[in-house]
């Protein structure tokens, strides 16, 4: 099993940064972190989980929601097992608890259901 936890989640005023980390333990089948390719996805009360970010096994490849494109960097550091979502120019449309996942298949995807490993999120809430 391979275990996701998020951090760096909080208030924040509207055109301020926040960046989100992710840190994986735990193995499954053997996989290191650096077999996954890592997502960043987002959900509000009422609303299905939405596609952000991922960032492909090497780091070399990366993808965004056109919602935070522009705004939003996704990155990893395969030494530490941990991915980062760095968010600038926040808008209050940016509050919902951000999720980080793991997929063990090359294959893009922005469907959730696709992803094997969910953290269990942290909450990101941004004041007007």
């Known amino acids: 099993q391979v275990q996701l936890v998020e951090s760096g989640g909080g208030l924040v005023q509207a055109g301020g940064s926040l960046r989100l980390s992710c840190t994986a333990s735990?193995?499954?089948?053997?996989?290191?972190?650096?077999?996954?390719?890592m997502g960043w996805f987002r959900q509000v009360p009422g609303k299905e989980r939405e596609f952000v970010a991922r960032i492909s096994q090497s780091g070399d490849s990366t993808g965004y929601a056109d919602s935070v494109r522009g705004r939003f960097t996704i990155s990893r550091d395969n030494a530490k097992n941990t991915v980062y979502l760095q968010m600038n120019s926040l808008k209050p449309e940016d509050t919902a608890v951000y999720y980080c996942t793991a997929d063990s298949s090359p294959i893009w995807t922005r469907q959730s259901s696709r992803y094997d490993y969910w953290g269990q999120g942290t909450q990101v809430t941004v004041s007007s």
């Open positions: 735990g193995r499954s089948s053997g996989r290191t972190f650096s077999y996954y390719a």
